[in-house]
């Protein structure tokens, strides 16, 4: 074991007073003191008690702090992925969280409910699909940023030396951050990570997409929208594809991001509420999109932004305002690259979108992407990143980066001599099958962690066109949407700033939501029941029977234009305080 791994053997003893945490390969104990929360590391020298309890276990994830106490958190079940460069990555099947308190009953009833709330809280954050973890690999660090490395910075633990907007737990993990716990505490990735063996040509190699979630403005579909004053953009996530053959590994690099001005769009029970520009100096804008540019900048170099939104309504609002800011900015290494999705692939023209693609494909030359060689020798370099959005950066921005990456794919493979020079992928072979689906996978799974279910779209991604089973898909997901995001996103925002340690962990967390939130779908309820019953019961109609289905049916109309037109006092907002 490297002096940087970390422990992924390990069994917990525990006791009234302690917790006792012994890794497997090592002679060392943390002992954390239940009472005190106060953690040390000592050598095992037999202290641990013979009427300890037993339970083992493959990682520390960290401990957060709710009602009843400080909880550990522990990861107890794990799924084998594959091997990047050699070294093995997980993916996280099971954690558990257990209580430093023995008992609850220094709370009252209402607050042992509102604990047990906050436990729900973190454990959806942890069940939401896919966090990762590798013990000695750093997954939140691309392949180019980890050659930068320089011989001090491999002699730190992974989570020292990780890239802090990536590690999911990271919040969980401040009490494991002093370096002689360096071996327990396990950074958590939240995204996708797909590895694939795959033969083109009859030569083998290893194909893997790792997509990272940023923790910054991290949060649901329509609670978490655009910038904020530090230039932290919502839903950002970076996007690597690896090839490694026969010992060279290629790496390229691609990012998405909310558009970086003040904007929001709040569910109000609209199928589709319009987006919208704050009303705030135009400076303000400017410069939390200057920040965000430049930080951009620094880590990956030229940016190539892709704004695939509509240039007409409500989006073509936020296209403009979008606009105006870079060429009011007019740095020389940003370009801008407005295409309209929607409507340049109206009526089903989705091979428009190589339109897209041959603009951009000498600006993907220029950038290049990073390729070491098997001697250890630097034989490229990326020098640029093409940041996409949309307005979800979902489903329109997965399209287009996935046809980016399978450019960059055919390069890659050419250089390496897996294709021929010229040589394209097959689109009818097995590869194209396997690119097509993980693609397809990495949409689905980004969407669900945002928006609450699977990407749109994702039918053209896995077949290369769109058929009416993707249609009808899209149709379930874009209800179930609707549903989530309007009656549980607030749930949801919560439980993610609540796993950030971004709000204050308080009792009560009831809210008064007035007198509409109850009288109106009450109203709705019975006036639904009378009109049924009006119309289903009588034997034969008459002019008082009639009425009362027009009375009623009237009520059911009444009341749900007032339910619509007051929306945003009955959908599910965010109940903690943010700190």
């Known amino acids: 074991m490297s002096s940087s791994d970390v422990f992924n053997d390990l069994t917990l003893h525990t006791t009234p007073e302690k917790f006792y945490i012994e890794p497997k390969s090592e002679e060392s104990l943390l002992i954390i003191d239940r009472p005190s929360e106060t953690i040390s590391l000592q050598r095992n020298v037999g202290q641990i008690p013979a009427t300890s309890s037993r339970k083992d276990f493959c990682g520390v994830l960290g401990s957060i702090t709710l009602l009843a106490g400080r909880y550990l958190v522990i990861v107890t079940q794990r799924e084998f992925v594959g091997y990047i460069a050699s070294h093995a990555i997980w993916r996280l099947a099971k954690a558990e969280l257990l209580p430093y308190a023995r008992s609850t009953l220094h709370l009252t009833q209402e607050q042992i ?50 890239d802090a907007r990536f590690v999911w737990n990271s919040h969980l993990l401040t009490q494991f951050k ?10 958590l990735l939240h995204g996708f990570v797909s590895i694939n063996q795959c033969v083109i040509n009859g030569q083998s190699f290893t194909w893997s997409i790792i997509s990272r979630r940023s923790i910054t403005r991290a949060g649901t579909r329509l ?33 998405r991001g909310s558009i970086p ?3 929001t769009q709040n569910p109000d029970l609209r ?80 091979d428009r979108l190589s339109i897209l693609i041959d603009r951009v ?42 046809m980016l990456a399978r450019r960059n794919l055919e390069i890659v493979l050419q250089k390496l001599g897996i ?46 066109k769109r058929t009416k089973f993707g249609l009808l898909r899209d149709g379930i997901n874009s209800l179930t949407r609707y549903y989530k995001n309007n009656l549980m996103d607030g749930f949801r925002q919560d439980a993610i700033d609540l796993f950030h340690g971004n709000c204050e962990v308080l009792s009560p967390l009831s809210v008064d939501r007035g007198w509409r939130y109850i009288t109106f779908p009450s109203v709705f309820l019975v006036a639904v029941a009378m009109f049924v019953a009006s119309a289903v019961c009588p034997t034969e109609y008459s002019t008082e029977s009639l009425l009362y289905l027009l009375f009623w049916g009237s009520m059911m109309a009444a009341t749900a234009y007032t339910i619509f037109r007051h929306g945003t006092e009955f959908v599910d907002k965010p109940r903690l305080v943010q700190t």
């Open 261 to 263: 001005l003040f904007w």
């Open 271 to 350: 199928y589709k509420p319009p987006p919208t520009l704050l009303e705030i100096d135009p400076q303000e804008h400017h410069a939390a999109c200057q920040k965000h540019l430049e930080t951009v900048a620094v880590l990956y170099g030229k940016q190539v932004l892709l704004n695939l939104v509509d240039q007409k309504g409500a989006e073509g609002k936020l296209e403009k305002a979008f606009k105006d800011a870079i060429a009011t900015l007019a740095y020389p290494s940003v370009c801008y690259e407005p295409f309209d999705f929607h409507g340049e692939c109206r009526k089903m023209r989705w």
């Open 223 to 255: 609670y978490r929208r655009g910038i904020d004053k530090d230039g932290n953009v919502a839903n950002f996530v970076e996007t690597e594809q690896i090839v490694e053959y026969q010992g060279d590994r290629a790496s390229f690099v691609q990012i």
């Open 113 to 162: 409910s509102d604990n047990n709330t906050y436990l729900n809280m973190v454990e959806q954050v942890l069940s939401t699909p896919y966090h990762y973890f590798s013990y000695s690999y750093d997954l939140t660090h691309s392949m180019q940023r980890l050659h930068d490395f320089g011989p001090d910075s491999w002699k730190l633990s992974l989570l020292e030396r990780a």
């Open 178 to 187: 002093r370096p002689e716990f360096r071996k327990f505490g396990l950074p």
């Open 419 to 464: 294709l021929q020079r010229g040589q394209k992928l097959d689109p009818y072979g097995s590869f194209e099958v396997v690119f097509k689906n993980v693609w397809a996978d990495n949409a689905d799974v980004i969407s669900t962690q945002y928006s609450g279910t699977g990407a749109l779209k994702t039918d053209y991604t896995r077949t290369g």
């Open 361 to 402: 494909a000498l600006d993907q030359d220029e950038m290049g992407f990073f390729l070491m060689l098997r001697d250890g020798s630097l034989s490229g370099l990326q020098e640029g990143v093409f940041r996409t959005n949309c307005v979800d950066c979902l489903d329109r921005t997965n399209v287009v980066q996935s």
